[in-house]
């Protein structure tokens, strides 16, 4: 009796992977379309939804590491550009060949000279290639539409490499005069580029959404498209 159960289920398994081979066979191309579709769909689709939510992200790069304080201080100050805007702010610490060397400099407490810790600044060094490979590869996903970059940053990766629309000096805008250095955390704050970008990829999923960042941008940046 259980032999003849086994027959029988091999037989069905074997009806059913004929038929399986047979569907393959007559519908193997448009079975891989339908496939690629649902890909497609699945990956843009959450996509369209993001661009559609009203969320901006806004990339700091720069000289600086913020603490979470100043994070939420800088975001607040964002938020003040668009109160209904949903600001998801990053920050990619870029530091220039000086800074690091400065950063580990120190005064020997027994002769008062200035000494420099080499292997920290090796340190610093490897971890600052890291941070800008790091910002390579965000650069060309265009995640982000609107930056605010410290002069080095900008002309070693974005003046004449990436596609800029808007270009302003930090320190010429409003939204500076209002709330000050402090609120941006360095002296030479001034000097900061803010930079409105656009995807490399062209009109993809995320590109639909430029527009209410770069209406975002304007606000922020007191200007017009225009101007």
Known sequence: M???????????????????DNFWF???????AVLLVVIL???TLPQCARGESGGVTVTFAGGYVMSNDEQTGLKNVLSAADE???ITLSQYSILTEEEITANNTYTDPETGEKKLDTVGRNLDRGYNQDRIRTLQSYLMTGDCGIWIVS????????????????????GDLPIFEEYGVTHFLTGNCGDYRVILTRSVLG???????FEAVRAFYEKLTGTTGGD
């Open 84 to 86: 209904n805007a949903r």
């Open 41 to 43: 769909l699945a990956v």
């Open 26 to 32: 007559h519908y193997k191309w448009q079975t891989i």
């Open 203 to 209: 009109e993809t999923a995320k590109d639909k959404s």
């Open 2 to 20: 259980e032999e003849k159960q086994n027959a029988h289920e091999v037989a069905e398994q074997s009806k059913f992977l004929r038929w399986l």
């Open 151 to 170: 002069p080095y940053v900008y002309e070693n990766w974005f003046d004449g490499k990436i596609q800029i629309v808007e270009n302003r000096r930090l």
